[in-house]
């Protein structure tokens, strides 16, 4: 059973740090992987997303990577903002899962001015 | 991209009754799911609907308690049965572009039972 955790749960840093959030599995058999955003009651912004082939993703400021063998992905975020506030979510689908995702319980990121 | 809308985007409600969630797409989808975030908690697949057949239900949940409806390839409806207050949670629904692989969530639907 596909197993997804991400560490660590809360991180606090201030502006204009570089910082990486972790994202590990347990079933290296994924079909790909996503990182999510999400804002205090909200729904899901979907920030980059991973296929099983690929090693990384780039969106502005944001580098995704995948090592499948190892079970790990990270999110790079450069010079984050306060604006980068957020919970973020990374969650892996499977083969022959019809679309399921599966997700890791998030980290919980503050930008301190 | 797609852009999905739920109704409503919060509701209290009382223990016994029921709650029917609507989610509408923008472009037609073959596949919709609806997920559930308990408080404090991660996202949960409660069920796939795919349109013209019934909807696949993860385990732990069943049609009684959150029958779906999909009678087209933009809209789907999912109700929340004999509400207990267990149920107070986050409703999302989702779908999967095939073009990418991306999937993209609605706003949610923020339930409290009393």
């Known amino acids: 059973k596909q197993e997804v955790t991400q560490i660590p749960a809360a991180l606090s840093v201030p502006e204009g740090e570089n910082l990486v959030l972790n994202c590990s599995f347990t079933d290296s058999a994924i079909y790909n992987l996503q990182w999510f955003r999400q804002d205090p009651g909200k729904g899901l912004t979907s920030l980059l997303l991973i296929q099983s082939s690929q090693r990384e993703q780039t969106s502005g400021r944001l580098n995704a990577s995948l090592d499948k063998s190892s079970g790990r992905s990270t999110l790079y975020i450069a010079a984050s903002q306060p604006g980068d506030s957020a919970t973020y979510l990374c969650a892996v689908r499977q083969y022959n899962q019809g679309g399921k995702l599966i997700f890791g319980q998030g980290t919980e990121l503050s930008v301190k001015p | 991209s797609a852009v999905i809308s739920q109704k409503p985007s919060r509701d209290i409600c009382q223990r016994g009754t029921s709650l029917t969630i609507q989610c509408q797409v923008d472009s037609q989808v073959t596949m919709m799911f609806w997920y559930r975030q308990q408080p404090g908690q991660s996202l949960t697949l409660i069920a796939t609907?795919?349109?013209?057949?019934?909807?696949?239900?993860e385990s732990g949940f069943v049609i009684d308690k959150f029958p779906i409806s999909r009678p087209n390839l933009t809209f789907s409806t999912l109700t929340v049965s004999n509400m207990s207050p267990e149920d107070s949670s986050i409703y999302l629904c989702?779908?999967?572009?095939?073009?990418?692989?991306?999937?993209?969530f609605g706003p949610g639907t923020r339930l409290t039972v009393l």
């Open positions: 609907a795919n349109q013209g057949s019934e909807a696949t239900y």
């Open positions: 989702s779908v999967a572009v095939s073009s990418t692989d991306t999937q993209y």
